[in-house]
């Protein structure tokens, strides 16, 4: 199976500013690579399919970029409410589909 | 807007099999495929398996073993279940839509597995 490896596990980030999460397949995995968002007590929302297409709703503040191995999500003029857990799934070799460990955004 | 709602026992004693239902309101129940995804504080966010409204299955092969998905098209219900359950199973259960990307997510059952 695919191992999807996310940095850093913990960013310190100040609202207004940019934040940058990487994450790393173990294989290429093309372009097929989503990210999510996580709050807390809360099931995870789709934010970034395809490396870089935007999820229904998603502002345009969030950005995905990279293809094969590595994969970056930006997300600009941070809000209060991005400070959240990230997590990136790859899509291309499955069963299984699988997750990164998380990063977690924090204030 | 299309919705999920999920239930089951969350509390479980050792071997004992793990039933959750999730039902699928507001959209089309055909043409997709649901999963079952679960949180464990060991593994993270962990795919378990896969179906759609023709019964085509896919399991995640390191969980395949005690598994079994299953459909009620006649109810947009689908349900999980997991045997011989053990400490390590005991996190968050989650029922989805999709199956490369999920796009909509049922609210979560806490499942913990304790004597």
């Known amino acids: 199976e695919i191992v999807m490896t996310q940095s850093p596990a913990t960013l310190s980030v100040s609202p207004g500013e940019r934040a940058t999460l990487s994450c790393r397949a173990s294989?290429?995995?093309?372009?097929?690579l989503a990210w999510y968002q996580q709050k807390p007590g809360q099931a995870p929302t789709l934010l970034i399919y395809?490396?870089?297409t935007r999820a229904t709703g998603v502002p345009v503040r969030f950005s995905g970029s990279g293809s094969g191995t590595e994969f970056t999500l930006t997300i600009n003029s941070l809000q209060s409410e991005d400070f959240a857990v990230y997590y990136c799934?790859?899509?291309?070799?499955?069963?299984?589909?699988?997750f990164g460990q998380g990063t977690r955004l924090e204030i | 807007q299309v919705q999920l709602d999920q239930w089951g026992a969350g509390q479980l004693k050792p071997s004992e099999t793990l039933s959750l239902t999730c039902g699928v309101s507001g959209g089309f129940f055909t043409g997709y495929y649901w999963s079952w995804i679960r949180q464990t504080p060991g593994k993270g966010l962990e795919w378990i398996a896969e179906?759609?409204?023709?019964?085509?299955?896919n399991y995640n092969p390191s969980l395949k073993s005690r598994v079994t998905i299953s459909i009620d098209t006649s109810e947009n219900q689908f349900s999980l279940k997991l045997r011989s359950m053990n400490a390590a199973d005991t996190g968050v259960y989650y029922c989805?839509?999709?199956?490369?990307?999920?796009?909509?997510w049922g609210q979560g059952t806490q499942v913990t597995v304790s004597s």
């Open positions: 989805a839509r999709g199956q490369e990307t999920r796009d909509f």
């Open positions: 395809g490396a870089s």
């Open positions: 294989q290429s995995v093309n372009r097929k």
């Open positions: 799934q790859q899509y291309d070799n499955w069963p299984p589909i699988t």
């Open positions: 179906i759609n409204h023709s019964g085509n299955t």
